[in-house]
């Protein structure tokens, strides 16, 4: 069954420097998501992204924040000046059509910012 | 606004017993409703979906969910649990209203004891 896959599996930075955590959705699939989950608490929605542009982003996705998808596969989360906060785990998820239908999630890239 | 609510942070039940856990929404309409299951270190899988029609649905694993608008409540139910159910339980609202996004409840930790 094809997968949502996520890469580093762990990332560690600096606070202040940038990561870029990476995310190769479903072949098939027209709608991309991130979400993360800050150690225990809830899966929060940061952003979503179809037809090559963000459709909606939460309070979270402020301007530290981007994503892109710079070729046919590959969907990336950028976030320019890491904080202490940004520590969570960050979800990736993909699903065919924006209604109707089950988010597909990666299993997570944990980023810790120290 | 839109919410899901699961009330019971954590559960504890013998292997071989029955597992009822509890998901209430907030919603002015009927949504699309999702039970999601995390294991430690995983990504979120799919349990089961809601969207229209028969209220109890059919999941993996043995899961299944009942719809009841009169109480905006999906609790998810498993006639006798296994070792291998112990994870986090998460249940979904996907809002047509407001943009088809996702709200995740806080979650439920599950832990089968033999």
């Known amino acids: 069954e094809p997968e949502v896959t996520q890469t580093p599996s762990h990332q560690v930075t600096q606070m202040g420097q940038e990561v870029i955590l990476r995310c190769v959705p479903i072949?098939?699939?027209?709608?991309f998501y991130w979400y993360r989950q800050i150690l225990g608490q809830k899966v929060e929605f940061l952003v979503s992204?179809?037809?090559?542009?963000?459709?909606?982003k939460s309070e979270i996705f402020d301007d530290q924040f981007s994503v892109e998808r710079p070729d046919g596969s590959n969907f990336t989360l950028k976030i320019r000046s890491t904080k202490l906060e940004d520590s969570a785990m960050y979800f990736c998820?993909?699903?065919?059509?924006?209604?109707?239908?089950?988010?597909?999630f990666g299993n997570g890239t944990r980023l810790t910012v120290t | 606004a839109q919410s899901v609510t699961q009330p019971d942070i954590h559960i504890t039940v013998s292997e071989g017993a029955s597992l009822e856990l509890r998901c209430n929404y907030s919603?002015?309409?009927?949504?699309?409703l999702f039970w999601y299951v995390q294991s430690p270190g995983q990504g979120l899988q799919l349990l089961l979906k809601?969207?229209?029609?028969?209220?109890l649905v059919q999941g993996i694993k043995g899961f299944e969910a009942e719809f009841k608008r009169s109480q905006s409540s999906f609790n998810l139910r498993k006639p006798s649990v296994h070792w291998s159910d112990a994870a986090e339980y998460f249940c979904?609202?996907?809002?047509?209203?407001?943009?088809?996004?996702?709200?995740f409840g806080t979650g439920t930790s599950l832990t089968v004891i033999p």
């Open positions: 998820a993909s699903r065919p059509q924006g209604a109707r239908s089950p988010l597909h």
């Open positions: 072949s098939n699939h027209l709608y």
């Open positions: 992204f179809y037809n090559n542009e963000i459709s909606e």
């Open positions: 919603y002015g309409a009927t949504p699309y």
């Open positions: 809601y969207f229209s029609g028969d209220t």
């Open positions: 979904a609202v996907e809002s047509p209203n407001t943009g088809n996004q996702f709200y």
